[in-house]
């Protein structure tokens, strides 16, 4: 009986493939998908019939139920669902497209091919009821492994939707970061700063009188003695950018003029006036 009822729906599988392509010949593209997709159900039932799934769900369901009982490769599963849309958007949308039709019918027919061959493959009658387990009802055939070059079908070749729908995220993501690299402006490498302690040759300052400020009152000024707290750096202008002209020892005395501002102070470096960091300067 079930040997009658896989031949009655092979014969129903290929006379579904015989009126895809008369019709596709006929250029009647809507009929054709739709019939593709009865096709497809015809399969889907037999297979459906040798895995013990119960008929009657929805089609899309019976393919991926299939598939996860390893009945069907994701290769084929994903040919089906391709079939199943193209003949859905057919009946419903009303699509009438050649090249859609084309590419339905050419896996339709590939699909059918490879069900031929797993049909004829199928295990024999003694087997089948060998594997039949005590309580009577049969076991589920193996999962099928990797089509052999003489069952296995060649993959379709993909359409320039197909490639542009693959190089899209490729795409945008290389336009991305060119954007951002136009916008953002590149960060400008900081100057080499040499630190006011770093050790470098020794420039002796000479010996100045300490600053002395007077009284308000008009009694004796206030000696007042500006000393350094570490090695400090001697510059021509007030900012670290550029080769210091010379540098002071922790402690020495120093001919201080004025406060530049919060940060600098002027002092007499030799015949010239020059600049210090203020923070490293203590008074007496």
């Not at 997709?37 to 899309?60: H, P, S, Y």
């Not at 896996?107 to 087997?127: C, F, H, N, T, V």
């Not at 197909?162 to 991305?176: E, Q, S, Y």
């Not at 020794?202 to 308000?216: F, I, N, Q, S, W």
Request: glycine residues 8%.
């Amino acid at each position: 009986m079930a040997d009658s009822g896989a031949a009655s729906g092979w014969s129903r599988i290929q006379a579904g493939v015989k009126d895809t392509e008369r019709l596709i010949g006929h250029k009647e593209y809507n009929a054709a998908m739709m019939k593709a997709r009865q096709t497809l159900e015809f399969m889907v039932n037999l297979l459906a019939e040798r895995a013990c799934i119960v008929e009657g769900g929805d089609l899309k369901d019976n393919i991926d139920t299939l598939y996860k009982n390893r009945w069907i490769t994701r290769e084929t599963c994903e040919a089906y669902h391709r079939i199943r849309m193209l003949g859905n958007k057919a009946a419903h949308e009303g699509d009438n497209s050649g090249q859609n039709a084309g590419q339905c019918f050419q896996l339709l027919d590939q699909e059918a091919r490879i069900l031929k061959g797993d049909l004829r493959s199928s295990r024999s009658p003694s087997r089948t009821a060998r594997s039949r387990s005590s309580s009577g009802s049969p076991r589920r055939a193996p999962a099928r492994q990797g089509r052999g070059k003489s069952g296995g079908r060649r993959p379709p070749r993909p359409s320039l939707y197909d490639i542009l729908r693959l190089l899209a995220p490729v795409l945008f993501i290389i336009l991305l970061v060119l954007i951002i690299k136009l916008v953002k402006p590149a960060p400008s490498p900081e100057p080499s700063v040499p630190a006011e302690t770093t050790p470098a040759a020794e420039t002796m300052v000479p010996a100045t009188e300490p600053e002395t400020t007077g009284a308000p009152d008009g009694t004796e000024p206030v000696q007042v003695t500006y000393r350094t707290t570490s090695r400090l750096n001697v510059r021509p202008q007030p900012s670290t950018d550029g080769e210091p002209i010379g540098q002071l020892n922790p402690g020495a005395s120093i001919a201080y003029i004025r406060a530049y501002n919060d940060e600098w102070a002027v002092i007499q470096y030799g015949d010239r006036e020059a600049y210090v960091a203020s923070r490293y300067l203590t008074t007496e």
